[in-house]
């Protein structure tokens, strides 16, 4: 498993399994947002298996399955509120993290600038810079 951090308080990471769950409650999560729709993965790492994990080890588990037809602005919307309405840092996941920043940058437009989402993206491992367009849009459209 490999977490990598946007922001002190949102990570992503690759598909995690059952095994994961014990380093993920050592690294301080309160909160797993699985954003990989189960008709990617095998019964065993499909959210059900992930989610009861996550529960008995006492984290919070969300569900918001993303695909290029879901990205949707209630989905975007929803996302930050799963990843800002809990006490403390939250990892979500999907096939390689790819979807969990793309809706973590969608999701900052009204915050942060352009060129600072794709920097935290960046920083991350996540080359995003062919969202700038829509990136900017959403933020012209928000000032």
């Not at 984290?59 to 403390?88: F, K, S, W």
């Amino acid at each position: 498993m490999e977490i990598r951090p946007i922001t002190p308080r949102y990570a992503v990471s690759p598909q995690i399994t059952v095994e994961d769950v014990p380093a993920i409650v050592d690294a301080g999560f309160v909160k797993v947002i699985c954003n990989r729709p189960n008709t990617e993965v095998p019964v065993d790492m499909q959210s059900d298996a992930i989610g009861q994990a996550v529960r008995a080890a006492g984290l919070e588990y969300e569900i918001l399955e993303l695909t290029h037809q879901t990205m949707t602005p209630e989905n975007v919307t929803r996302q930050r509120d799963l990843a800002e309405n809990c006490t403390g840092p939250v990892l979500a996941y999907c096939a390689s993290g790819t979807r969990c920043s793309v809706v973590w940058a969608l999701g900052q437009c009204d915050r942060m600038s352009t060129d600072d989402i794709l920097e935290a993206t960046t920083k991350a491992g996540y080359a995003l810079e062919n969202l700038r367009p829509t990136l900017d849009q959403i933020r012209g459209s928000t000032d």
